[in-house]
């Protein structure tokens, strides 16, 4: 296991694959894999896997829940030369592991250690997950790091490492990652879009684009009321270029931080409850909106390399 897991963070060759056919690769071709997160919506993940393969992605993560067993999805990707990214942590409990509750702290706890198992097992390197969850602003606790020191023994003690991503929430990341500053085990993992909607644009790479091992790279339109509350409806996850994120912006911070992984796209193609601006793509059949992520994920990296 240990030696797949070693051939796994090998840069891979890129699919060359579409459609059946062999693609010429005439255009300007980054040397950073795509990576790009499968939804359940889309169907069975084997599935969506194959299909993201035969378009061109090189990489993939998936959103784990407890007792999944990723080792068949795994070994799918491998067969198609797909590199496993990460494996996505369950957040639900993310504001239990600060809370004075300790049978909750011990369950969120068990939760991610769980996860970091499962992402050992198939062979991931990096398992990312959400310090907080919840729009009540709430101050970080010396419980929660303990906890989180736990989770990140476990990492240590598999061989991986765990992203902390930003969320609502931030001042949790913050706490996080300014405790383990120092610790290779722990970095950041940005979410381009949950930068605009929930971190009022806060530029988060000038802070911890030096400890960045992830991305989720997705677009959305802003807060819709700056006034009122922040919510999770305005965490569109749309495709890059599609909202109003600024993406010579983000190519130059991505290039600036010399972050030298795979680019991860986490996008949705789905609507939120009561919204209507992924509708479009839920109209596409999934190779057609999967070939279309990817030509924007293409964007973005020639913006990089123009940066
Ligand atoms: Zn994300």
Redesign the pocket.
């Known amino acids: 296991m240990e030696t797949d897991r070693i051939a796994l963070r090998l840069p891979l060759v890129p699919s060359l694959r579409y459609n059946g056919r062999m693609a010429h690769i005439t255009e300007s071709f980054s040397s950073r894999p795509f990576c790009i997160a499968l939804s359940r919506q889309w169907g069975p993940f084997e599935e969506s896997l194959a299909t993201a393969a035969d378009v061109g992605w090189q990489g993939f993560f998936v959103c784990w829940r407890q007792g999944d067993d990723l080792r068949p999805l795994a070994a799918k990707a491998r067969e198609f030369g797909m590199l496993h990214q990460s494996v996505?942590a369950p957040w639900g409990k993310a504001a239990d592991l600060w809370g004075a509750d300790e049978a909750k702290g011990e369950a969120s706890v068990a939760e991610l250690v769980a996860c970091l198992e499962a992402a050992a097992a198939s062979g991931a390197p990096l398992v990312?997950a959400h310090a907080w969850i919840g729009f009540v602003p709430t101050a970080p606790t010396e419980a929660g790091i303990r906890r989180f020191g736990r989770v990140v023994d476990e990492a240590k003690r598999l061989g991986l490492q765990i992203a902390v991503?930003n969320?609502e929430g931030e001042e949790h990341l913050d706490a996080l990652l300014a405790a383990f500053r120092g610790e290779p085990a722990v970095g950041f993992?940005w979410?381009t879009?949950?930068e605009l909607c929930y971190n009022r644009g806060r530029d988060l790479m000038a802070a911890f684009g030096d400890r960045l091992l992830g991305t989720?790279i997705?677009d959305n339109l802003g807060i819709t009321d700056p006034a009122g509350p922040t919510t999770w409806l305005d965490d569109l996850h749309l495709l890059p270029f599609d909202g109003i994120a600024d993406w010579p912006g983000i190519a130059q911070r991505l290039v600036r931080s010399g972050f030298g992984g795979p680019l991860t796209f986490?996008l949705n193609r789905e609507s939120k409850p009561g919204r209507h601006e992924n509708d479009a793509y839920g109209a596409m059949p999934v190779r057609d909106y999967l070939a279309e992520a990817l030509a924007r994920a293409r964007r973005v990296a020639t913006l990089m390399d123009e940066a």
């Open positions: 996505h990312v991503e969320t993992c979410d879009g949950h989720h997705n986490e």
